[in-house]
């Protein structure tokens, strides 16, 4: 009896697991403003060495440029951490591992079904006590029914707390002007205390 394609197909797939590549990193307590993604894998092929550090990624020329600072982007790790910690801003992404094919496909829409482990957002809201704002970077959902769920879950938090919670443009693929406005917008309004 031959076996049908579609079971070879499934039969041949070799999954493996992928934890969140700085899933070590310690939110600083004194955080003010939580910037929430979604994964960015362990792999031999992401030379990223901090959170949006990919070629392709241009949050540290977004919120620098936000707050009248000079771009980050291919600075050093240290120099990013050096800053996040001067104004009082941190990372935490949805997710912590996953179980994906071979393929090594890391879009949001592909690994939304392969999540193995959810990172627990809320319980690091908790310990927050100086959080002034929160902002996921995505504002589509629809090819990412389980992440939404996480989300919402975020923004209640938030609203429950009267903590404002924003979905941005992403920071990833391109920069432009109108990209620029919006995360300068959330960066700038007056929940937050510099000093």
């Known amino acids: ?12 797939t070799t999954l493996k697991k992928i934890r969140h590549r700085f899933i070590e990193h310690e939110i600083d307590p004194h955080t003010e403003i939580l910037v929430v993604g979604t994964f960015n894998p362990e792999t031999d092929g992401n030379p990223a060495d901090f959170f949006y550090g990919r070629q392709r990624n241009y949050l540290w020329i977004l919120i620098p440029t936000a707050l009248g600072e000079a771009s980050l982007k291919n600075k050093s790790k240290d120099e990013k951490l050096n800053f996040i910690k001067r104004l009082k801003i941190d990372f935490i992404d949805l997710i912590s591992e996953v179980q994906v094919d071979e393929a090594e496909n890391y879009d949001d829409a592909y690994i939304d079904n392969r999540v193995t482990e959810w990172r627990n957002v809320i319980a690091v809201l908790n310990r927050l006590s100086n959080l002034k704002k929160v902002c996921f970077t995505r504002k589509s959902f629809g090819d990412i029914p389980n992440m939404k769920v996480k989300i919402i879950e975020i923004k209640s938090y938030c609203e429950q707390r009267k903590i404002p919670f924003q979905s941005l443009a992403t920071p990833a693929r391109f920069y432009r002007q109108d990209k620029q406005i919006e995360w300068s917008n959330f960066f700038n309004n007056d929940t937050r205390d510099t000093n």
């Open 1 to 12: 009896m031959s076996v049908p394609s579609f079971l070879k197909r499934h039969i041949t």
